[in-house]
T-cell receptor, first 115, second 110 residues
């Protein structure tokens, strides 16, 4: 069974600083991995996904994530935080063999950006 | 292009009442999902559908029912509302994995 752990339920950064949101996964087979963002009172938006192609995945809004099999990690980064990045971020994992439809979500990390 | 539309946005139910949460999509996706979101818990899959006439249970299906008579619609039914069903409910669609989410229905059961 797959699972994800997001380290840190809250992360605070200054505007212009590096954003690093951590995600570690557990999967018995090579997984597909996703990052979603949720703004207040809205649904989730897909930021990026890893599906066994390039290990460095670029997403929307300047975010990227690197799949590291040796560390079972898929951390989300952005070089320079913007106030508009303040939101909750979810990492999710799926096993391709499950049919692609049983995504398992982490508990989420709330990102706060200070001016 | 509306994407995924959920109604209602908010609802308060008394214990034992029933209601249907509506979800409609205009993207012609075969896959549709219902999730519930509780603080600090991420999203949990309630039910999903891989096409019209086909539904299956997710991680937390107890107390809910679904139907999928058309590609566009995927309603979620609560038959006997319980306080444990107080949550925010999201419908999502995708070609396989969930890609597009509605804005949610905030349900309170008192």
């Amino acid at each position: 069974a797959q699972s994800v752990t997001q380290l840190g339920s809250h992360v605070s950064v200054s505007e212009g600083a590096l954003v690093l949101l951590r995600c570690n996964y557990s999967s018995s087979v090579p997984p597909y991995l996703f990052w979603y963002v949720q703004y207040p009172n809205q649904g989730l938006q897909l930021l990026l996904k890893y599906t066994s192609a390039a290990t460095l995945v670029k997403g929307i809004n300047g975010f990227e994530a690197e799949f590291k099999k040796s560390e079972t990690s898929f951390h989300l980064t952005k070089p320079s935080a913007h106030m508009s990045d303040a939101a909750e971020y979810f990492c999710a994992v799926i096993s391709p063999s499950s049919g692609g439809n049983k995504l398992v979500f982490g508990a989420g990390t709330i990102l706060r950006v200070k001016s | 292009n509306a994407g995924v539309t959920q109604t209602p946005k908010f609802r308060i139910l008394k214990i034992g009442q029933s209601m249907t949460l509506q979800c409609a999509q205009d993207m012609n996706h075969n896959y549709m999902y219902w999730y519930r979101q509780d603080p600090g818990m991420g999203l949990k899959l309630i039910y999903y559908s891989v096409g019209a006439g086909i539904t299956d249970k997710g991680e937390v299906p107890n107390g809910y029912n679904v139907s999928r008579s058309t590609t566009e619609d995927f309603p979620l039914r609560l038959e006997l509302a319980a306080p444990s069903q107080t949550s925010v409910y999201f419908c999502a669609t995708g070609d396989v994995s969930p890609l597009h989410f509605g804005n949610g229905t905030r349900l309170t059961v008192t």
